[in-house]
């Protein structure tokens, strides 16, 4: 199992009661749907910013195009002049992700 790290917000007393009693209602931990959430926006998230690297890669392309920073010069020699984006190193790379956290409503919260 991976391992795992303790990490304390301060959220709205009531906020955290609503969020209490829907967990237990719906018989998961607090931990476990935290998880989850964050789980799903890490992914959304990056699949989001992919998306955007890709079109700022595009945009990039056709700006070079149109300053003739691409392609080759008359004389037959390369041009190298770029314009440079920040780049997703990690992409597509798998997450390695936990299971979600069952309970059986016997926990004491």
């Known amino acids: 199992m991976e391992t795992t790290?303790?990490?304390?917000?301060?959220?709205?007393?009531?906020t955290r009661k609503r969020f209490d009693a829907i967990c237990h209602a719906s018989g998961r931990t607090r931990t476990s749907v935290l998880i989850e959430l964050m789980t799903n926006y890490v992914l959304e998230e990056g699949k989001r910013?992919?998306?955007?690297?890709?079109?700022l890669g595009d945009l990039d392309m056709r700006?070079?195009?149109?300053?003739?920073?691409?392609?080759?010069?008359?004389?037959?020699?390369t041009c190298n002049r770029t314009v440079?984006?920040?780049?997703?190193?990690w992409g597509d790379r798998e997450f390695d992700l936990?299971?979600?956290?069952?309970?059986?409503?016997?926990?004491?919260?």
Request: aromatic share 8%.
């Open 84 to 89: 440079h984006s920040p780049q997703q190193t």
């Open 63 to 77: 700006f070079q195009e149109s300053l003739g920073l691409t392609g080759r010069r008359a004389n037959g020699e």
């Open 98 to 109: 936990p299971e979600a956290i069952y309970s059986d409503g016997l926990e004491d919260w």
């Open 49 to 55: 910013l992919v998306e955007r690297q890709k079109e």
């Open 5 to 14: 790290s303790l990490t304390n917000f301060n959220v709205p007393n009531s």
